[in-house]
């Protein structure tokens, strides 16, 4: 039985930061790559950024320079530094992970519930 709960979001000017907290709890071995996707209103969820269980990323070019994802592996948790927000980042986030559960056979792709984030001009 596990779950991932995210935490952070909320509304910012333009300019200004937020820190998004996606924690996984439960019976978890490991976790593989994990991610931020995003989804605004009438259009397609998109990938923001990944880190993998070595630390390596990969960034959209939308968020390159701005965003920071990060990993905390003794705490099965992650997160997602945005800095000099603009309008165009306001969505809803979601957390993503590949999920090994201590009672299972392999890793399994997991998402968290969403947490909206706002930008307003």
């Known amino acids: 039985q596990v779950q991932l709960v995210e935490s952070g979001g909320g509304l910012v000017q333009a300019g200004g930061s937020l820190r998004l907290s996606c924690a996984a709890s439960g019976s978890i071995n490991s976790i593989n790559d994990m991610g931020w996707y995003r989804q605004a209103p009438g259009k397609q969820r998109e990938l923001v950024a990944t880190?993998?269980?070595?630390?390596?990323?990969n960034y959209a070019d939308s968020v390159k320079g701005r965003f920071t994802i990060s990993r905390d592996n003794a705490k099965n948790t992650w997160y997602l530094q945005m800095n000099s927000l603009k309008p165009e980042d306001t969505a809803v986030y979601y957390c993503?992970?590949?999920?090994?559960?201590?009672?299972?056979?392999?890793?399994?792709?997991?998402w968290g519930q969403g947490t909206q984030v706002t930008v307003s001009s």
């Open positions: 993503n992970a590949d999920l090994w559960v201590r009672d299972d056979t392999r890793y399994r792709n997991t």
């Open positions: 880190i993998t269980r070595v630390g390596g990323t």
